[in-house]
């Protein structure tokens, strides 16, 4: 296992995480490139108290083109005893050149085409969770799905729910997180679409059919959620549970065993209104609204987006969209996530932010106004996601990780409606900002799934950009999506795959890597975490020694190590997440 960690290590060149000679200083970068354009700073990381006066640049023959430039010391960081950033932005000839500091050098790119094809490059991963028919095997995996549970007259019923995306490294799935994933990637099409190209078909396999890949991959995820809902009163929200953690398996051989027989039928939970859980552990579900607001947003969307190739399509859309909405009208509160032999489940606690884009997403699928004031009703009762200037927050508490519906509100709004929208994203913008005072010029919180709180920061802040033109956190926007792309302590991109050639997780907590060694392309990591939870946590331990363990002394940690759960498993709502920003920044669209 350690010969094939490093041995794939060491064929990068300029990427090795930690060499054995005296090295205290590594400069961190964005891997994938910078824009021309755009700002541009590297992050010198000190395992010592070392002072940096100032840098170069050079070209490749070594001939310096910017510099020598003052270094900013900001202090320490994590295991980075003292950091300094590297600024330099004003270089705006495209090319690859060496950023030199105290000793370490570190190879960058500057090129207009930093993002092409890289919302692209998350699809693959995304294909890879699909359930239903599988690109990996395919065929068809998890046949059976699935019969009601904790239902008053339907329990044990079957009811047809094949489809949708497992959720990570596990095969649970979700109406939550898979909802945001489709309603995000519809979005991303809609305001980027020349991002986004043509080369698998409509089930996964390459081969161009004449549809974009996201939106075949969207077309996926609203294929499972019209199954599961269905219209009418019952609405699902989960399909299997973490009885699926018995057994690491190949999702086409999952052993899990509900009671069904092994790899039989697994369980699905509809919204009850109430706490849930069959054994021990419950959640605190209040209602329906968290979830009812998300599927009115992802179809109501989809309507739109599929109204002219599609039309009898979108007209389901709609009119599942309003049901769903309704039905969220009705029952204020919570879906959770149910848990079940143990203790884990996502606790979220807002739904006004999931109306609010329910409502806003409403207003474009049906032309109908008076959507737009129910969803600044909603709006104006959270009007900043609540993890944004806090130290921690629980488990997916705060979902989804930035509140889409203050700029789909903003799109139809009037001037003064577009000023409280911008407002309330600055508000939660400058909390971050104001805790961001350190060299990577970080404000987030470092709670599980850190990696999403950095690209939904990045994405409000380039989404506040865009409807204001105030550039006020623009440099804490292209930190935040540098540090996804190397520029963190460990100098490790958190997208698997990214750049190609790049320094990514070689051991993601995945069974396909671990036991096929399969690369899982394009997905983005839980990321980094505080010590404490990494230390709390179930169920953890390294299964080898910790390459990045010099870089692991500080207050978070992150292990490219199959048995960490906590930091190095891919997921695959962070990363549908991405797709906006990914698309965002990509020169074609411009
Ligand atoms: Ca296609
Ligand atoms: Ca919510």
Known sequence: MLLRHYGMALAVAGAIPFSTHAQRTF???????YLPLEPKTAVACSLDSTSIKSFTVQDVNGHVVFGPAKAQAFGSFASCASTHRLNFSQLRKPGRYTVVAGGASTSIVITSKTYDGAADTLLAYM?????????LVKDSIHKYDGRIVDHPTRTNEFINVSGGWADASDYLQYVTTSANATFVMLMAYRDNPKAFGDRFDARGLPGANGVPDILDEAKHGLDWLLRMYPGGEDMFNQL??????MYFDFPWRDSSDYGWGKGKERPVYPCTGKPQGLFTAKNRSTGYASTAGKYASAFGIAAVVFRKSDPPFAKLLRERALAAYRLGRQHPGVCQTAPARSPYFYEEDNWHDDMELGAASLVDATGELHFLGDALLHARNEPVTPWMGKDTANHYQWYPWHNNGHYEVWRNGTAGEKAQMAAFYRRGLAAVAARANNGFRVGIPFIWC????MASFATQAYLYRKMTGDNRFREYEASALDWLLGANPW???MIIGLPAKGN???DPHAVIT??????????MLDGPVYRSIYQHLKGISLHNPDEYEPFNTGFIVYHDDVGD?????????GTANLTYLFAAMDRSNH
């Open 127 to 135: 294909r890879q969770q699909r359930s239903g028919f599988n690109t």
């Open 27 to 33: 400069i961190r970068v964005n891997q994938l490139g």
């Open 514 to 523: 671990s036991k096929m060694g399969y690369q899982l392309t394009g997905g």
């Open 240 to 245: 299997a549970d973490d009885r699926d953690h």
């Open 491 to 493: 100098g490790v991109s």
């Open 565 to 573: 759960y906590s930091t190095n498993e891919p997921i695959m709502d």
């Open 504 to 506: 990514f997780a070689r």
């Open 450 to 453: 850190s990696s999403n709180l």
